[in-house]
């Protein structure tokens, strides 16, 4: 079991990402889904935190996988840099409810949410597939501003960069929103 995550986290690594189709100025497709903080369910609405402020939606191929164990540890990291931004940060995979309530515990550290995207709408809607394996998602993060447009996009396989490019892009976003 161990040798096949492996092998598989190898393959992902050795892909290219996908070109994120919506560019900063494009409408941001409004969704709800199912989500989970701190092992909690809730129905996640993105037109209901957009009236509080910037949202980070950020896609990610499995929980518990090693890259993204990393990513979602550094955006749990970031979390009250990202609040004392304004920004709701929201992971997103097509992993199952269950799953997720126990990834948004140990790996998001009770820090922010992440929401099951079972049917890969909401990632089709983003252009966050892998182009080789299209029933994935990519590493693909957004910033929406609160008028429902893209603000920045960052699109790596590693997960190193997006918070950083996340940080960076709500940092710019207050500055101009002041």
């Known amino acids: 079991m161990i040798r096949r995550l ?3 986290a190898a393959l ?7 070109q994120a189709a919506l560019k900063p100025g494009a409408p941001a497709p409004d969704f709800s889904a199912e989500a989970a903080i701190g092992g909690q ?4 609405s993105l037109a209901a935190e957009l009236k ?4 980070v939606l950020y896609f990610y ?3 518990f996988t090693s890259g993204c164990t990393i990513e979602a540890h550094q955006f749990a990291e970031a979390s009250d840099r990202f609040k004392a931004l304004g920004a709701t940060v929201i992971g997103i995979s097509k992993d199952d409810i269950q799953t997720l309530k126990k ?3 140990e790996a998001c550290r009770n820090k922010f949410a992440v929401a099951a995207d079972a049917g890969g709408t909401v990632m089709k809607d983003y252009d966050a597939a892998l182009r080789l394996l299209p029933g994935t998602a990519d590493r693909i993060s957004y910033l929406i501003t609160p008028e ?4 920045a996009v960052f699109a790596s396989l ?3 960069g997006h918070v950083d490019a996340m940080l960076k892009a709500a940092q710019q976003w207050k500055a101009s929103a002041k």
């Open 6 to 8: 492996l092998l598989c």
């Open 12 to 18: 992902l690594a050795s892909l290219p990402a996908a």
């Open 41 to 44: 369910p809730f129905r996640f």
């Open 52 to 55: 509080k402020g910037p949202v």
């Open 61 to 63: 191929p499995k929980a």
């Open 103 to 105: 990834f948004s515990v």
């Open 148 to 151: 429902g447009r893209i603000g």
């Open 158 to 160: 590693s997960p190193d």
